[in-house]
């Protein structure tokens, strides 16, 4: 199979033919018709993700057809038109047995435990759990928008924030899973406040749907607008970028009784940022984490995307081939682009 590898952490990313994967026996091959490109990939190339070994090969947000299938595997045959979370639960831990296969301790991650999908194919385990099966109208490069960044704003949304209509809602980072955010958000009827340092950015989250834009850049304090714009605080602040500065200003733009949902990865220095625990106790606010989505969840998503309250596609920022991929990578980090970059010819 023709894969995008790479043999050293923050090295040359290079186009390879590899020998084609075969199904584990709970799992199974499936055809890559589109994987995302991801900053979560970034980090992965860096060496901030202590499970990858070296040579890898990058990419988890994926959809595709079943190639073939292991002999352990119930509910899917070769043809399958499908998708999955970047979490893939066991099916068999505590974690699982309570639903919560996003926090598996078994967990297969295509992309970081094994390889992913910046290939013609890619195998994946304990397929019965975790497969999503793809309705005939989405197609390949939307589903693959879904990826870990719109399933992962829309579980910290939906299901960790609670949000409700007319709460206020501030996002702090308008990438991929920012801009899922406001427009999930939107959906339920949040008054959305959108926080980034680029204007284009900015305008394109006012096109899905913010009700104010604060460009971080341009403001003396990101706090005293967020609270100045939201009456007092927000109800819920969503840190999506990952940095010391953006976990602060999200906090610090909380009411009383709101909620902090972390997000975007903490790497490096910002892998400890300081928290001001005497507001948190005093105020009552709740910091939580959300990582990813479970498989048997997507359907709710489905459903909104099929009645038209979700338009994940207008996301959608360009799709490229896997060539193009290996440049625009290690570029990630200057966050050039606007919406979800798509790989999808190989």
Request: net charge negative; hydrophobic share 40%; charged share 20%.
């Amino acid at each position: 199979m023709k894969a995008a590898i790479y043999r050293e952490f923050g090295g040359p990313l290079a186009i390879e033919t590899l020998p084609d994967p075969e199904p584990p026996p709970g799992g199974v091959v499936i055809a890559v018709k589109a994987t995302g490109l991801c900053r979560s990939d970034w980090h992965g190339w860096m060496g901030h993700d202590p499970d990858i070994r070296l040579p890898h090969v990058p990419g988890h947000e994926l959809a595709g057809v079943v190639e073939s299938v292991g002999p352990k595997v119930k509910r899917w045959r070769a043809g399958d038109r499908v998708t999955l979370p970047f979490v893939c639960g066991c099916g068999s831990c505590p974690q699982c047995d309570s639903g919560n296969q996003q926090v598996c301790d078994n967990q297969f991650q295509p992309g970081f435990t094994h390889w992913g999908s910046f290939a013609e194919y890619v195998a994946i385990d304990y397929a019965d759990v975790n497969l999503v099966r793809l309705p005939g109208e989405l197609d390949f490069v939307t589903a693959a928008g879904l990826g870990c960044r719109f399933v992962t704003a829309f579980r910290a949304i939906v299901y960790q924030g609670q949000v409700s209509a007319d709460q206020w809602v501030a996002v702090h980072g308008c990438g991929g899973v920012g801009l899922s955010a406001i427009m999930i958000a939107k959906a339920l009827n949040a008054r959305v406040i959108a926080v980034d340092i680029d204007d284009r950015t900015l305008e394109f989250a006012e096109q899905i749907g913010a009700d104010m834009l604060i460009n971080a850049s341009e403001t003396e304090s990101v706090i005293d607008s967020v609270r100045a714009v939201s009456n007092g605080g927000v109800h819920l602040s969503m840190d999506a970028l990952g940095s010391g500065v953006t976990c602060a200003n999200s906090i610090g733009g909380l009411r009383k009784r709101g909620k902090h949902i972390q997000v975007g990865l903490m790497v490096g220095g910002d892998g400890n940022p300081e928290v001001p625990m005497d507001r948190v106790i005093a105020e009552e606010l709740e910091l939580i984490g959300s990582h990813g989505m479970q498989a048997h969840r997507y359907p709710e998503i489905l459903d909104m995307i099929r009645n038209g309250e979700l338009q994940p596609e207008l996301l959608i920022g360009k799709t490229i081939d896997l060539d193009e991929a290996i440049a625009a990578l290690p570029d990630m980090d200057r966050f050039e682009s606007t919406g979800v970059t798509v790989i999808d010819r190989f």
